[in-house]
């Protein structure tokens, strides 16, 4: 079944949505909604441009979710996640977890191994990356010696993030903090770069979401290196000089730039209804992503 938007869940209060998500608090036995813990939905929505188009992408929210579990499990020796059960209503079964509620770090911790998408655009206005001088001559898809930590502020939807220097994460967080969240961002990216590549995809960057318990402690939460979260590039494709073929949802990026959209991206109008040969290919790059990564059939 194909999900859009938040529904009735007996024994839940809807609380928020996102982009692609839905949160729930289960209700105490008074019904009144819990304080501790979230029942986090991954729906079928699908974003471009700071638009939630119209049409959704069958089976996303269930392979962003069951991704997700499994890299969670590839990532416990690092930090803890905050991933409580998978025990879930029939309704959202396999798109949805129960997980603690935090206090979110408002800052978007980004790393890169590679150079493309919005790094790719700062840097060749400006030769920098969220304030990191990078050697000349760069290019889409240039390798980095090690990977980067770029950070961005947490915009509100429909404004775009904006590149952080690394001094304003220190200023919001505490330098303590901003050295953890710098560590951690990386070190998620090299060992999941570690264990995709030896399956054939280079992880170009990824965007992690940290929350904080209440006894201080920093937990890995909402998605984590997945294909909306991050760039996912067929090894075998890769190199420098041209845009990258890719695990996502670049089908509808291409096509709704395209002449066949009939949609002007300046135009303030919100994007048309996708196609359904756009569909079909872009939830394939899900699945086959999936697949890929785990080893594990999908459905």
Request: one cysteine or more; glycine letters at 8%; a negative charge.
């Amino acid at each position: 079944m194909t999900s859009t938007g938040p529904m009735e869940l007996p024994g839940y209060a809807h609380v928020y949505s996102g982009k692609v998500r839905d949160l729930y608090a289960p209700l105490d036995d008074a019904g009144s909604p819990r304080d501790d813990r979230v029942l986090l939905v991954a729906s079928d929505r699908i974003s471009a441009f700071d638009y939630i188009l119209s049409t959704p992408i069958p089976d996303k929210g269930a392979v962003l979710t069951q991704l997700s579990l499994w890299w969670f499990e590839q990532l416990e020796s690092l930090l803890p996640n905050h991933v409580v059960s998978t025990d879930v209503p029939d309704a959202v079964s396999g798109r949805a977890v129960l997980v603690e509620r935090l206090d979110m770090v408002p800052v978007e911790c980004v790393a890169r191994a590679y150079l493309t998408g919005g790094g790719l655009a700062e840097y060749e206005a400006t030769g920098t990356v969220s304030g990191l001088q990078l050697p000349p001559g760069l290019v889409d898809g240039s390798q980095f010696a090690e990977p980067l930590f770029t950070p961005s502020t947490k915009a509100p939807f429909g404004e775009h993030d904006q590149p952080m220097p690394y001094a304003d994460v220190v200023a919001e967080v505490g330098a303590e903090r901003a050295g953890q969240l710098r560590e951690l961002t990386v070190r998620i990216l090299e060992r999941g770069h570690e264990i995709a590549a030896s399956r054939g995809i280079l992880i170009a960057d990824t965007k992690v979401e940290f929350g904080v318990r209440p006894d201080g402690q920093l937990v890995l939460a909402d998605e984590v290196l997945t294909p909306d979260s991050s760039r996912f590039w067929p090894a075998a494709d890769w190199a420098p000089g041209k845009r990258q073929a890719s695990y996502d949802k670049q089908f509808v990026r291409d096509w709704l730039t395209s002449a066949e959209s009939g949609w002007d991206r300046a135009s303030g109008e919100e994007p048309p209804a996708l196609p359904d040969a756009v569909v079909e290919q872009t939830r394939a790059k899900y699945v086959e992503a999936y697949e890929a990564l785990t080893g594990r059939a999908f459905g």
